[in-house]
């Protein structure tokens, strides 16, 4: 019974292995053709960036790979005589179904760990090193001209050298819709939660002919959190969900991130189950009523079925993000009932 079990599991990482290299091989081929067919040579640079970027991509095409060597899974044992022979050994089709559920699951947690933390950061870095390499040294990563309110300060950052680290801070205090003072800093250092550390201030009080004052260092009281500089820096779909949860806790209202970080929050959260929904609901197409004579044309049709669950989960077809949102809950809720109507069913 072990060994069934075993062999069952074996021959689901064989396949999912086989398909992921085969979506590996297709990305690096697609990206060098690219790169000499638009007479860009091929360059160290270049393949580093072909290579940091393909966990992305992997990651990106979780739900075709899961899908596909699912059902690859289950037509090589009902092709053959194999399911019949497990069958045999008084194992149903439950448990030769949960033996390939476990392998995918345990896949998806492995690439979803990956996608979401080894993979942002490496393309990241491969951007920087690439930019970095274009513009011979000449242009970096940053943001200028972020803006946000609190209190009654309108605040201006020049830039941002770091999540910890802000040059040219401009802090403009409005009451009754009056410009009352002005004050400007060279640069600002993270401390701790809740304050910042200003170097070279300029203080104006305009509603006075007051001198300028001057010093070398104040504290900063505010609430805006590196975490909330790391999602202004990088967009929320190149971040890692930890980084964007904290972004999301300590925004506060700042304005800085965009209207829909949320949902593109709850869109990558959803997407490992959305994988593991979209091949149950194949499964059942391939196993519901299901035999020997009429497994091709099942193996067609859980196919067309997969690729059209795949198709509409890209985001590029279903621009409105709360549309996209309400597909996906459709999916998520029909891989549930197709779960426990094939554990029922048994």
Same mark, same amino acid.
């Given at each position: 019974m072990i060994r069934i079990n075993h062999y069952i599991r074996v021959q689901?990482?064989?396949?999912?292995?086989?398909?992921?290299?085969?979506?590996?091989?297709?990305?690096?081929?697609?990206?060098?053709?690219?790169?000499?067919?638009?007479?860009?040579?091929?360059?160290?640079?270049?393949?580093?960036?072909?290579? $940091?970027?393909?966990?992305?991509?992997?990651?990106?095409?979780?739900?075709s790979i899961v899908v596909i060597s699912g059902i690859m899974s289950i037509y090589r044992f009902k092709s053959s005589n194999?399911?019949?022979?497990?069958?045999?050994?008084?194992?149903?089709?439950?448990?030769?179904?949960?033996?390939?559920?476990?392998v995918e699951f345990m896949f998806v947690i492995i690439m979803t760990y990956i996608g979401e933390t080894i993979a942002i950061d490496a393309e990241l870095q491969a951007k920087r090193i690439r930019t970095h390499s274009v513009s011979h040294g000449v242009v970096n990563f940053s943001i200028n001209n972020l803006w946000f309110k609190e209190k009654d300060h309108f605040i201006h950052v020049n830039k941002v050298l770091s999540p910890k680290?802000?040059?040219?801070?401009?802090?403009?205090?409005?009451?009754? @819709? @009056?410009?009352?003072?002005?004050?400007?800093?060279?640069?600002?250092?993270?401390?701790?939660?809740?304050?910042?550390?200003?170097?070279?201030?300029?203080?104006?009080?305009?509603?006075?002919?007051?001198?300028?004052?001057k010093?070398?260092?104040?504290?900063?009281?505010?609430?805006?959190?590196?975490?909330?500089?790391?999602?202004?820096?990088?967009?929320?779909?190149? $971040?890692s969900l930890s980084k964007?949860?904290?972004?999301?806790?300590?925004?506060?209202?700042?304005?800085?991130? @965009?209207?829909?970080?949320? @949902?593109?929050?709850?869109?990558?959260?959803? $997407?490992?189950?959305?994988a593991l929904c979209s091949l149950v609901i194949t499964c059942v197409i391939l196993l519901w009523n299901s035999n020997r004579n009429n497994i091709n044309r099942k193996i067609v049709f859980?196919?067309?079925?997969?690729?059209?669950?795949?198709?509409?989960?890209?985001?590029?077809?279903?621009?409105?993000?709360?549309?996209s949102l309400s597909v996906n809950s459709m999916i998520l809720f029909a891989g549930v009932v197709s779960f426990v109507t094939l554990y029922r069913h048994e």
């Open positions: 689901t990482y064989y396949n999912i292995l086989m398909v992921t290299s085969i979506f590996t091989i297709l990305n690096l081929f697609i990206y060098i053709a690219l790169q000499i067919s638009g007479n860009k040579g091929l360059s160290f640079e270049s393949l580093y960036y072909a290579a $940091m970027i393909t966990p992305r991509n992997l990651y990106r095409a979780l739900i194999e399911w019949l022979v497990i069958e045999s050994f008084g194992i149903r089709t439950w448990r030769i179904l949960r033996n390939i559920l476990l680290e802000l040059q040219g801070i401009d802090f403009f205090e409005v009451q009754n @819709n @009056n410009l009352v003072g002005y004050r400007k800093a060279e640069s600002a250092f993270f401390i701790t939660k809740g304050e910042w550390e200003l170097h070279h201030i300029q203080d104006m009080d305009l509603t006075q002919h007051n001198p300028i004052k010093s070398n260092k104040e504290i900063w009281h505010s609430g805006l959190h590196p975490s909330v500089l790391v999602a202004a820096v990088a967009a929320p779909t190149r $971040m964007l949860f904290k972004a999301l806790v300590h925004s506060k209202g700042f304005g800085i991130l @965009n209207d829909d970080t949320f @949902n593109i929050f709850i869109s990558r959260v959803m $997407m490992p189950l959305l859980a196919m067309l079925v997969g690729l059209c669950l795949i198709f509409i989960q890209q985001p590029a077809l279903i621009s409105d993000q709360w549309l």
